[in-house]
């Protein structure tokens, strides 16, 4: 079975520019969340999805971030317009709903994201 | 949320057992200690999760004292494969455990030959 998938590995793009990022759950996931690794922190949630609503969104650092998950299948994160400090690696994951698993999170490989 | 501490960096050698432990003082009644694994360029990936005792799967042994106040992950007979960083997060899994997770600083474990 596929894991989470994410497109694409790398980014860069100049500062101002728009960048959309994509995930692909696990089949039958219900939970998509969104996390990030900005250079030398520790990975930060950004939100978390049900199907296609948005269950937590505390994380997200500022209204130039969109994330969106049409029909409850893949998600997209927008970033509009991208600064220098939205740099670093953005992590999708997903989960199935319980009860079942262990309330485990299987991760993508992540997007690097480098805004110039 | 518990806040966590575990060590910066371990090093050990091939074959031997290793042993990574984190405290979380804080820790709450609801709370589940999970550990998660990450390599260069990849996502982190789930090892383990416990309540209280010990827990054991294919991969490690999740040891928990009584007060839970602290957790340690065991590896057994490391190989070079198991370089990677080590995360200990403590949550609530009351609600089927799909809330955000959140991450400290890990362990980084280097496995020499």
């Known amino acids: 079975e596929a894991g989470v998938t994410q497109f694409p590995s790398h980014s860069v793009i100049e500062k101002g520019q728009t960048v959309t990022l994509r995930c692909d759950p696990i089949?039958?996931?219900?939970?998509l969340y969104w996390y990030r690794r900005v250079m030398g922190k520790e990975i930060k949630f950004l939100l978390h999805?049900?199907?296609?609503?948005?269950?937590?969104e505390s994380g997200m650092p500022n209204n130039r971030f969109l994330a969106e998950r049409t029909g409850g299948t893949y998600s997209t994160l927008k970033v509009q317009p991208a600064e220098l400090e939205d740099s670093g690696v953005y992590f999708c994951?997903?989960?199935?709903?319980?009860?079942f698993g262990l309330g485990e999170q299987f991760f993508g490989p992540g997007t690097r994201l480098t805004v110039l | 949320l518990a806040k966590t501490t575990q060590p910066i960096s371990m090093d050990s050698y091939e074959g031997q057992e290793v042993n990574i432990t984190c405290s979380h003082n804080?820790?709450?009644?609801?709370?589940?200690i999970t550990w998660y694994q990450q390599f260069p360029s990849q996502g982190p990936r789930f090892i383990i999760q416990?309540?209280?005792t010990k827990v054991t799967n294919e991969v490690a042994s999740l040891f928990i004292p009584a007060d839970r106040k602290s957790s340690t992950l065991s590896l057994p007979r490391v190989s070079l494969s198991d370089t990677a960083v080590y995360y200990c997060?403590?949550?609530?899994?009351?609600?089927?455990?799909?809330?955000?997770?959140?991450f400290g600083k890990g362990t980084h474990l280097i496995i020499q030959p």
């Open positions: 997060l403590v949550g609530d899994r009351s609600g089927g455990g799909a809330d955000g997770l959140t």
């Open positions: 416990g309540y209280k």
């Open positions: 804080n820790i709450a009644t609801n709370d589940y």
């Open positions: 994951a997903s989960s199935p709903p319980p009860p």
């Open positions: 089949s039958g996931h219900d939970n």
């Open positions: 999805f049900v199907k296609e609503s948005k269950q937590d």
